[in-house]
């Protein structure tokens, strides 16, 4: 079945810093993949997308390219802002589309200090 | 806000009690899925729905859990005869049935079975 691994967390960055989160995945067919956040108190927000190989996601100075030779999806961001502090998940969908049912890695917390 | 509605928010029950959640989802949404989330754990999957039809049940879902989307709009899931282990957060999302279409998710149910 499909499966998502992220690494191990939580990191803790200073405020500027480079982020990497990696993201590895095991799926039949071509499923999308995905980049969700959930900040403090709040419910999960899609991050960024991809559908294809190759294709590259953005959002707020975030991006992560869809690797199928390496099946990797990992999260990067140029300089973090202590507002990046939240749990970031990695996730994909069936092979029905974009829109099925999604499974998720465990989630990675990210503590930005200023 | 994603503009779909959870509720209640929280909700404390003893073991063996029932409990309802409701899930509201973004109005021209036609498919609707409840996930399950544990602490330090992604969301799992538990179900869905195209309009008013149940097209998938996770292996994850017991006999004592059932969920209900009469007309296609609002959905209600049930878990009959609580247990502690059942204590978790229950998410629902909503979508359209392209292919290319995000899930858009609620801020949950937080369920505590003492």
């Known amino acids: 079945g499909n499966s998502v691994t992220q690494m191990e967390g939580p990191v803790t960055l200073s405020e500027e810093a480079f982020l990497t989160i990696n993201c590895t995945y095991t799926a039949t067919g071509y499923p999308s993949l995905f980049w969700y956040v959930q900040y403090p108190g709040e419910g999960l927000q899609l991050l960024l997308k991809a559908t294809k190989a190759d294709d590259k996601g953005s959002n707020k100075g975030f991006e992560a390219t869809y690797r199928k030779e390496t099946t990797s999806f990992h999260l990067e961001k140029g300089s973090v802002q202590v507002s990046d502090s939240a749990v970031y998940f990695c996730a994909l969908s069936g092979s029905g589309g974009a829109n099925s049912k999604l499974t998720f890695g465990k989630g990675i917390t990210l503590s930005v200090r200023p | 806000d994603t503009g779909v509605s959870q509720n209640p928010r929280h909700k404390i029950t003893k073991r063996g009690q029932n409990v309802t ?19 330090g754990q992604g969301p799992e999957f538990l179900t869905y729905f195209q309009n008013e039809a149940q097209l998938e049940k996770s292996r994850l879902l017991s006999d004592r859990f059932s969920a209900e989307r009469p007309k296609g709009s609002f959905s209600t899931l049930e878990i009959q005869r ?21 899930q858009y998710f609620g801020p949950g149910t937080r369920l505590t079975v003492l």
């Open chain 2, 21 to 39: 959640f409701r899930c509201d989802p973004i109005s021209e949404h036609n498919r609707l899925y409840w996930y399950r989330q544990t602490l």
């Open chain 2, 82 to 102: 609580t247990e502690q282990g059942d204590s978790a957060m229950y998410l629902c999302a909503t979508g359209r049935s392209s292919s290319t279409d995000t």
